[in-house]
Every structure is written in C-alpha cells, then in structure tokens.
C-alpha cells in the first residue's frame, strides 16, 4: 500500500551533521504513523525516533536525545531525521518505516520499510 525510499545518507567526521529523508508514496501519508531504525553490521536493528501521524509528538531513544530530531511533511508525503553531533557508534544502514496500527517504538510492529541508507561517522 506504502513505498518508502531513504536518501540523505553519506560520511561525516564525529561532531558533525546529516539529514535524512524519507520520500513516501501509495496512501495518504498521514494516515501513518512514522520511525527511524538503524542497523550496524552483526547488530540487531535498534529504534532511533518515531513521529506520531500529525508531526505533534516526537519520540527519541536515549542514545539519541538531544542530538536527532525528526520532523515530516505530510503535505509531500516526506519524513526527515536531522542529526547533529554525530558519534562514531551512529554507523548505521538507517530505515524508515512506517505503520497504520497504534504507535510503537517496536520494530516489529512496523509492516512497512525503505531499502536503508548508509551513514558513516569516522573518529
């Protein structure tokens, strides 16, 4: 019912910044309710942040909190995931998922991905 595809993703050096986007197409966008995860070689994917479906409520994991910050434009079916002070531990294949159920923060729950987009934080 849903597409979603990353983009935004490349190398930056620790302390520094990217901005991830996610372009959705297929039902309205609205209609979902919207997270980042990430994947790091021989890891288990872990949850970043999730949006609620208005863009009013925001959720972050500890590791994150402060330094990310997710936003989405339902009006061009987008989410974004802004990152700053970046650390080498976010090297991560990040995904945008999204879901017509209640809100999680369980990656399992999600029945909709994007294919991934790499980010690379060097030392």
């Known amino acids: 019912q849903v597409q979603l595809v990353e983009s935004g993703g490349g190398l930056a050096q620790a302390g520094g910044s990217l901005r991830l986007s996610c372009a959705s197409s297929?039902?309205?966008?609205?209609?979902?309710?919207c997270g980042w995860f990430r994947q790091a070689p021989g890891k288990e994917r872990e949850f970043v942040a999730a949006?609620?479906?208005?863009?009013?409520?925001?959720y972050y994991a500890d590791s994150v909190k402060g330094r990310f910050t997710i936003s989405r434009d339902n009006a061009k079916n987008a989410v974004h995931l802004q990152m700053n002070s970046l650390k080498p531990e976010d090297t991560a294949v990040y995904f945008c998922?999204?879901?017509?159920?209640?809100?999680?923060?369980?990656?399992?729950?999600?029945?909709?991905w994007g294919q991934g987009t790499q980010v690379t934080v060097s030392s």
């Open positions: 998922a999204a879901t017509l159920w209640l809100p999680t923060l369980r990656s399992n729950e999600y029945n909709y």
């Open positions: 297929g039902r309205t966008f609205g209609s979902y309710f």
């Open positions: 949006i609620n479906r208005s863009g009013s409520s925001t």
